[in-house]
C-alpha cells in the first residue's frame, strides 16, 4: 500500500459545517487514511493510498459535497514532437506527476494543457519534468499578437526551406538513378555512381535532416521511441549500404535515403501547412482585437496602445472603429457589429448603461465608454484561453487510438526485425511473391540478393508505418470544429462535449431565461376583498424590493412606471421556490404561490377558477395577502424569445426530444410548452430539486443536454451528460458547462447539434483512414512489394490527407434552416 500527503485549497466554506461537510466526505471515502479540514486556511490535508485513489479523486470528492478546489490550468507549448507516440510519452510523464489532475497533449496543435493544483506542484516543475524526458518547451510567448499570429507562418517557412533544399539534392540522384534502374548501367562506372549516391545523400541525410535523427536520439536515450526513430533507422539501413557495396555484394540504397527523407520532409511541409489551416481560428481571434485606443487624458484626447488602457480609463469610438477593450457606454447611442463574438451579422442597438464587448465595432454614433476589463480578463481573451483549452482536450474515441499509438513503434520495430529475418530464413518462399509481382510492379525485382531483399522490405516496413495519421485525426479535426464553433458563436469548453453531444436523445431547457426571454412583465392586477389596485401593487413591489427573484423585480418595475410609492418594510424573508413575506407597519404581508399562502392558513380556494385562467395563458399567478386576508391576485408573463418556436420545431426534426423544467406551476408550464411546441415538462421544481429531475430525466431518456442560464443552473448543467450555458446568463452557469452560447438564443443549440455531429463524423472517417492504410501497407511492406521511397510517400500522404479532411469540415454549414430559409 503506497501513502501519499496532499493539501487541498478548497474554497466556497463558509462555516464550521461546511468544514466539516467536506471533512466527513473524504473521511468516508474508501482510499482516504485521513483528512482533516481547517476552515480558516481553506485547506484540507489529506493521507490516502495512492494505489485507490489519486489527487483527481480527491477533487471530485470535494466537488461532489458542493465546495470547489483552487486548480490551475496551463497550456505549454512543446516543440519537437515529431508524432503521436511523442504526445503520449509527454502525457504520460505529466499526468504520473504529484498534483496533477488531467493533462492531455495535442500533437496537432504542439501543446499541452495541463490542470494541476498550484500548491502542490507548479508549472516550472512541470516543464522541467517534460524537458527531463528530452522535449523542448518554447519560452513565454511576447503579448505582442503580431508574434503570435506569425509563429505558424514562420514554422511554414523553415519546413518549405527545408524542402526545398532536400529537392534539389534528390531530383540529380533520381535523374542518376534512371539508367541504372530501367537498364542495369550504373554511369559512368559503380565505384563512381555509388560515390555520388553516397556524397548526394549525405548533406540531405545529415545537413537538411539532421533534426530528425537529433529527436531520434533523444527518444531512444529516453527510453521511448517515436516516428523519427522509424525514420532514422529506415533511411540509415538504406544509406549504410552504400559503403557496404565496396565490400560485399549488396545493393546500393544510398540514393534511397535521401529519397525517403525528402518525401518526410515534403510531407512535414505540406503537414506543417495544414495544421496551420487547421489552427487558424485563434490567429483570426487574434487579428480581430484593436491595437490602439482613443483615451480621456485631463479633458484631452490621447492615442495609446490598447495594452496600456486601465480599468476606468474613458475611451473616445468614433464610427467606424473598432471597440479597444470591454467597456460599459456612459455617453451615446449607436449600433454595433457583434459578428465576432456571435456570429449573428444584424447590428446591435446600443446606449448609456449598456455594455460593449471589445473587438465589436462601432458601426454610427460617437460614443464613450469605460473600460471595465482589459488584458487577459477581455471577452475575445477569454475566448482565445476557451478555444485553446478545448483544442488541448480528447474526445472519448481518441482513447483507442492513444492505446493503439503508445505501443505502435515498439510493435512496428518488432515486425521490422521478424522480416528482416523471415527474408534471411524464407527467401524462396517470399520470392515467389516477387516474381509474381514483378509482371506488374515496375519497382520489384526477383533477382536482388537475400540480404539485399531483407534490407529492401525491412526499410519499407520501417518508413511506411507511422503513426502520425493516427496522431492526427481527432485533435485536427477537433481543432477545426471547436474553432468553427468560435466562429458561429459556440464555445466549446472540453472536447468530449463534441462527442457526447452527436449521442444525445434528449435536450432539456430550463426555462426562464433559456425558453424565455428572462424579463417577466406584468399583465394582470386583481385585487379582492375591498382592496384596490393600488394598494395590492403597493405591498406587492414593497416586500418584492427586497426579492432578487425575476418575476418580484416585475413587479417593482410596475410600480415604478406607475409612480407607486414603496414602503419600508421589516423581517423579510424569502422562502425558496414559495415567495417571500415581510412586513409593513406591523402588517404581515405575503406574496406567492398557493402553497406559501396555504401553509400561512389563508384561504385561497375561492380564487382558484381565475388563477387557472390565467395560467392557461401561461402566466404566473402570485397571490397577494395582507394581514391574513387574501388582497388579490397579480399575474407576471415572461415573453418567449424570437426564436424559441422555431428552434425546439428544427430540434425535434433533428430527432431529439424536449423537455422543459421549471418551478412553475403545472398549468403555466404546460401552456408555455404547448405554445414553444415542447414534449415533455417537468413542472414545480424547486432549485434545489434541479440535480434530482436530470438525474430521473437520465435514467428515463438515456443521453440528455440541459440548457440553462442561472445560477440555480449551475449544478444541474454540471450532472447532464452536456452542459450548454446561455452566454448571456451568469459567470457560474457557463463555467459549469461543457458548451457556452454567445449569442443566448435557441437557434445556437441548433448549430451546436450540426457542429458536434459533423465534427464526430470527421473524427470517425479519419481515424478509419488512419487504420486501414496502416493495416493495408504493412503486410505489402513485408512482402517486399513495396519501393521504400513509394512507402515514405505514401505515409506523408497519409498524413496530409487526414489533415485535409479535417480541414474540409469547414465547408459544412451549421446554421439552422429556419433561419436559412428566413433569409431567402
Known amino acids: ?94 499526468n504520473q506527476s504529484d498534483g496533477v489532475l488531467e493533462a492531455a497533449v495535442n500533437f496537432a496543435a504542439e501543446n499541452a494543457v495541463v490542470e494541476f493544483l498550484p500548491n502542490v506542484v507548479s508549472k516550472t516543475e512541470l516543464i522541467s519534468e517534460i524537458e527531463k524526458i528530452g522535449y523542448t518547451v518554447a519560452e513565454e510567448e511576447s503579448e505582442e499578437k503580431e508574434t503570435k499570429v506569425d509563429e505558424d507562418q514562420q514554422k511554414i517557412e523553415k519546413a518549405r526551406s527545408k524542402m526545398i533544399a532536400s529537392w534539389a539534392l534528390t531530383i540529380p540522384i533520381m535523374l542518376w538513378m534512371i539508367p541504372e534502374m530501367f537498364f542495369g548501367v550504373a554511369w559512368p562506372n559503380e565505384s563512381a555512381y555509388s560515390l555520388g549516391m553516397i556524397a548526394l545523400a549525405i548533406p540531405i541525410l545529415f545537413y537538411v535532416g539532421r533534426k530528425t535523427y537529433y529527436t531520434a536520439y533523444k527518444s531512444i536515450i529516453h527510453g521511448s521511441a517515436n516516428m523519427d526513430v522509424l525514420i532514422a533507422m529506415g533511411t540509415g539501413a538504406a544509406f549504410i549500404t552504400g559503403p557496404l557495396t565496396f565490400f560485399t555484394p549488396i545493393a546500393n540504397y544510398a540514393g534511397v535515403s535521401a529519397m525517403i527523407m525528402t518525401f518526410h520532409l515534403t510531407g512535414r511541409y505540406i503537414e506543417t501547412k495544414a495544421k496551420g489551416r487547421a489552427s487558424q481560428a485563434i490567429k483570426k481571434l487574434l487579428e480581430l482585437g484593436a491595437n490602439t485606443a482613443t483615451i480621456l487624458k485631463d479633458g484631452e484626447e490621447v492615442e495609446v496602445p490598447v495594452e496600456d488602457v486601465k480599468v476606468g480609463d474613458v475611451m473616445v469610438i468614433r464610427p467606424g472603429e473598432k471597440v479597444p477593450t470591454d467597456g460599459k457606454i456612459i455617453e451615446g447611442e449607436s449600433a454595433f457589429d457583434e459578428s465576432m463574438a456571435t456570429g449573428e451579422s444584424m447590428p446591435v442597438t446600443k446606449s448609456v448603461g449598456d455594455e460593449v464587448i471589445g473587438a465589436t465595432i462601432n458601426q454610427r454614433g460617437l460614443i464613450k465608454v469605460e473600460a471595465t476589463k482589459v488584458g487577459k480578463d477581455t471577452f475575445l481573451s477569454q475566448v482565445i484561453k476557451m478555444v485553446e483549452e478545448a483544442q488541448g482536450t480528447k474526445v472519448p474515441i481518441q482513447e483507442f487510438a492513444d492505446k493503439v499509438t503508445s505501443i505502435f513503434v515498439p510493435t512496428v520495430l518488432g515486425i521490422a526485425a521478424l522480416t528482416f529475418l523471415s527474408w534471411l530464413i524464407f527467401p524462396q518462399a517470399l520470392g515467389q511473391v516477387t516474381s509474381w509481382a514483378a509482371g506488374f510492379l515496375p519497382w520489384v525485382d526477383p533477382n536482388l540478393g537475400v540480404i539485399t531483399a531483407a534490407i529492401f522490405a525491412t526499410i519499407a516496413v520501417l518508413v511506411i508505418a507511422c503513426p502520425c495519421a493516427l496522431g492526427l485525426a481527432t485533435p485536427t479535426a477537433l481543432m477545426v470544429g471547436t474553432g468553427m464553433g468560435a466562429e458561429n458563436g459556440v464555445l466549446i469548453r472540453k472536447g468530449e462535449a463534441i462527442q457526447t453531444m452527436k449521442d444525445v436523445h434528449t435536450i432539456v431547457f430550463d426555462k426562464t431565461g433559456t425558453i424565455t426571454k428572462g424579463q417577466p412583465e406584468v399583465t394582470d392586477i386583481i385585487a379582492k376583498n375591498d382592496f384596490t389596485e393600488q394598494e395590492l401593487l403597493e405591498a406587492a413591489a414593497s416586500v418584492e424590493a427586497g426579492s432578487e427573484h425575476p418575476l418580484g423585480e416585475a413587479i417593482v418595475r410596475k410600480a415604478e412606471n406607475e409612480d407607486v410609492e414603496l414602503k419600508d418594510i421589516n423581517e423579510f424573508n424569502s422562502v425558496t421556490g414559495k415567495g417571500v413575506k415581510a412586513k409593513i407597519y406591523e402588517k404581515e404581508i405575503l406574496v406567492g404561490s398557493r402553497r406559501l399562502l396555504t401553509e400561512a392558513g389563508i384561504e385561497v380556494e375561492s380564487l382558484e377558477e ?23 391576485i397579480i399575474a407576471v408573463a415572461d415573453p418567449l424569445k424570437e426564436d424559441s418556436k422555431a428552434a425546439i420545431n428544427e430540434l425535434r426534426e433533428l430527432g431529439l426530444e424536449t423537455v422543459m423544467i421549471t418551478g412553475d406551476n403545472q398549468r403555466t408550464a404546460e401552456a408555455i410548452a404547448e405554445e414553444v411546441g415542447i414534449d415533455h415538462v417537468v413542472a414545480e421544481v424547486l432549485p434545489d430539486g434541479k440535480v434530482n429531475e436530470i438525474k430521473d430525466l437520465q435514467e428515463k431518456f438515456g443521453t440528455i443536454a440541459m440548457v440553462g442560464d442561472g445560477i440555480n443552473d449551475a449544478p444541474a448543467l454540471t450532472q447532464a451528460h452536456v452542459g450548454i450555458a446561455i452566454g448571456t446568463g451568469t459567470d457560474i452557469a457557463i463555467e459549469s458547462a461543457d458548451v457556452t452560447l454567445v449569442r443566448g438564443d435557441l437557434s445556437s443549440v441548433i448549430a451546436a447539434v450540426k457542429l458536434s455531429r459533423a465534427t464526430f463524423k470527421k473524427i470517425k472517417q479519419n481515424l478509419f483512414w488512419a487504420f486501414i492504410y496502416n493495416t493495408i501497407a504493412i503486410p505489402v511492406a513485408i512482402l517486399g512489394l513495396l519501393h521504400p521511397a513509394i512507402a515514405e510517400a505514401a505515409m506523408a500522404t497519409s498524413s496530409v490527407s487526414v489533415v485535409t479532411n479535417a480541414n474540409l469540415l469547414r465547408r459544412v454549414d451549421i446554421t439552422p434552416d429556419f433561419i436559412v430559409t428566413s433569409k431567402k
Open 1 to 94: 500500500m503506497t501513502q501519499n500527503k496532499i493539501n487541498l485549497k478548497v474554497t466556497g466554506m463558509t462555516c464550521a459545517a461546511c468544514s466539516q461537510r467536506v471533512e466527513n466526505a473524504l473521511n468516508e471515502s474508501k482510499g482516504v487514511e485521513e483528512a482533516a479540514v481547517n476552515l480558516p486556511a481553506e485547506k484540507a490535508a489529506i493521507e490516502y493510498n495512492e494505489d485507490e485513489l489519486n489527487a483527481a479523486d480527491l477533487v471530485q470528492i470535494v466537488k461532489d459535497t458542493g465546495y470547489g478546489v483552487k486548480v490551475k490550468k496551463e497550456s505549454i507549448k512543446i516543440e519537437d514532437m515529431s508524432c503521436a507516440s511523442c504526445a503520449q510519452n509527454i502525457e504520460k510523464v505529466l
Open 610 to 632: 381565475e388563477m387557472q385562467e390565467l395560467e392557461k395563458k401561461a402566466k404566473t399567478a402570485m397571490l397577494v395577502a395582507i394581514e391574513d386576508q387574501v388582497a388579490g
